[in-house]
């Protein structure tokens, strides 16, 4: 039951803006509300979710107009322009001017209109290219960035920052989650412009129905990847909004017992992309040859994060890599057999 005490973080009366809610991230966010009872508008919540045509989070004036109207108590910020290795390179401009203009817009229209409290979701990708692991929440800015993915990374960043400035200056209570890299229901397909499990999960699929012998992925297969199912991160974020808030003395410190801006959430468990290859062909049921082109590159050599700030605020994820990718596959089947597949 959700606990409905005016000293609550997270209040059944509350009126909850996903920003970005059909996405895969912002859905799973939506569906972790609902289960937890949150949005019961007989206890006078609402899930806000207005669509892109509805409300352009690239128009400002639209995003203030919005807020000052609807008066979210609470702003969860899921929307971003995403995508894998070959987006990033060829749409470097679109995936850092949309990124810092959206998350501007939502972050500071939030505070403006008075909203109570804020989550903004980043990406494991912040961290440099060959940060310490096990990745913890200090080591931002302490190297390069990798550069296949640099202009999200900088931009998820600004918006970090963000969220921790209006904290400091104006007691705004903004918090931020840092998922890696996520998987699940809702997830893009699209074979240039999606990341790597799921462009994987088209390939090995497509490989089946043609009787290919053989599929060809991208590099050497060596790196380390770390994937988490949407629905542990729509949970971790409910259990976030619940349980932490960044004015609190008892919120988790930093190594100098500053208040952390954000939080990593993830398995903390990692599988080389190789073998990541050869489960999802698995899950497919493709028993064709896996060749590598080593012509294409790799990113990041290693990218697992420490998880002990939330796992010590009481979160950990429960869905394993081998379930996971069962229910990935069927949300990629049910998509393509309704045509809702992107060429």
């Known amino acids: 039951m959700t606990n409905t005490s005016s000293k609550s973080l997270l209040r059944a009366s509350d009126r909850i803006f996903i920003a970005g809610a059909r996405g895969m991230a912002g859905s799973a966010i939506s569906r972790g509300l609902t289960r937890k009872g949150y949005g019961d508008a007989a206890r006078g919540g609402a899930l806000l979710t207005p669509t892109r045509q509805k409300l352009d989070l690239l128009d400002g004036q639209a995003v203030s107009t919005w807020m000052q109207t609807n008066h979210p108590d609470v702003v969860v910020l899921a929307a971003a322009t995403v995508g894998g290795i070959e987006a990033n390179r060829s749409r470097p401009a679109d995936f850092l001017l949309q990124n810092l203009s959206l998350q501007t817009n939502v972050m500071e229209a939030a505070w403006q209109a008075g909203t109570r409290r804020l989550l903004f979701l980043g990406s ?21 960035l990798e550069p296949t993915n640099e202009w999200y990374a900088i931009a998820k960043i600004a918006g970090i920052k963000l969220a921790e400035a209006l904290r400091q200056q104006h007691g705004f209570d903004a918090i931020s989650l840092m998922p890696t890299n996520l998987y699940g229901p809702g997830d893009n397909y699209h074979p240039t412009g999606s990341h790597v499990l799921p462009a994987l999960i088209r390939r090995f699929h497509e490989a089946k129905q043609a009787n290919a012998p053989s599929v060809t992925c991208w590099g050497s297969g060596t790196p380390l990847r770390e994937f988490l199912h949407a629905d542990d991160l729509g949970e971790a974020c409910v259990f976030a909004l619940e349980n932490w808030s960044a004015l609190s003395a008892n919120a988790p410190k930093d190594d100098q017992g500053a208040p952390l801006a954000f939080l990593n959430v993830g398995t903390g468990i990692d599988l080389s992309i190789r073998e990541l290859a050869e489960q999802v062909a698995e899950a497919v049921g493709y028993s064709g040859t896996i060749h590598w082109d080593t012509s294409k590159p790799d990113g990041t050599p290693k990218k697992q994060l420490n998880v002990s700030r939330l796992s010590e605020l009481g979160w950990s994820a429960r869905i394993p890599l081998s379930e996971g990718l069962l229910s990935a596959v069927q949300d990629f089947e049910r998509n393509l057999s309704l045509g809702r597949l992107r060429e």
């Open 124 to 144: 494991s990708c912040i961290y440099p290219k060959f940060a310490e692991q096990p990745i913890r929440e200090e080591t931002l800015l302490t190297g390069a």
